[in-house]
């Protein structure tokens, strides 16, 4: 499974957009990229998931480049309820499945 | 997006008791179902993963006579932490992947041992 590394903290003020990369060099050729958000004692909530170049929804954006080897959550207009751990994960569809969380970015926005 | 729930929220216990804990796919069927732990300020940790109808595998380090699974039908898995103690006081998560392997996770049980 491939291993993912995220920095740790990174602070932000409303308003602005906020870029979290994640690099996960060992990227096998059918895993997907998926992002998840997670708030204090809650489960965590999907973001966005790609496989490459750009995908974007109505809550974020996600940059792929084209070796795959990481990849950059984009988030617009940040808000104070955007403060959150933000975890980048690499798993295939053909295997179980399983997805292996690294310690995630918490992101702190401030007024 | 899909929802799964889990039952109950929040569980207080004296130590050596068991405590049961249910994760629900409510609108979709899951193929598989995932039990992870969560300490304080740490990630989430994969404890096992379950498929209908079969027994669950553990990742290594979780003692799967402590932590039984059942995964009895494609919406209804149970975690029971057996012989509880304060060491066991976690949040626990399980996710549902969807037979189009997509990933939900449900809100999480708080369970405190005294």
């Known amino acids: 499974l491939a291993k993912t590394t995220q920095p740790i903290s990174m602070d932000s003020y409303e308003g602005q957009e906020v870029n979290i990369t994640c690099s996960h060099n060992?990227?096998?050729?059918?895993?997907?990229i998926t992002w998840y958000q997670q708030f204090p004692s809650q489960g965590p909530r999907f973001i966005i998931q790609g496989y490459k170049t750009k995908v974007t929804n109505e809550v974020a954006s996600l940059f792929i480049p084209a070796d795959r080897k990481s990849s950059t959550l984009s988030l617009p207009r940040v808000s104070l309820s955007d403060t959150a751990v933000y975890y980048c994960?690499?798993?295939?569809?053909?295997?179980?499945?399983?997805?292996?969380f690294g310690q995630g970015t918490t992101l702190q926005v401030k007024p | 997006g899909a929802v799964v729930s889990q039952h109950p929220s929040r569980v207080i216990c004296k130590s050596g008791t068991s405590v049961k804990i249910e994760c629900r796919s409510l609108?979709?069927?899951?193929?598989?179902m995932f039990w992870y732990r969560q300490f304080p300020k740490q990630s989430l940790m994969l404890m096992a993963t379950?498929?209908?109808?079969?027994?669950?595998?553990?990742e290594q380090g979780v003692e799967k006579d402590k932590f039984l699974i059942n995964h009895a039908s494609l919406t209804l898995s149970t975690l029971t932490v057996t012989s509880a103690h304060p060491e066991d006081s976690s949040f626990y998560i399980c996710?549902?992947?969807?037979?189009?392997?997509?990933?939900?996770f449900g809100p999480g049980t708080r369970l405190t041992v005294l």
């Open positions: 060992n990227i096998a050729t059918n895993d997907y």
């Open positions: 994960l690499v798993a295939g569809s053909g295997n179980t499945g399983k997805l292996i």
């Open positions: 996710s549902a992947r969807s037979r189009a392997q997509e990933q939900f």
């Open positions: 609108d979709f069927q899951a193929t598989t």
């Open positions: 379950s498929n209908e109808g079969s027994k669950a595998t553990y």
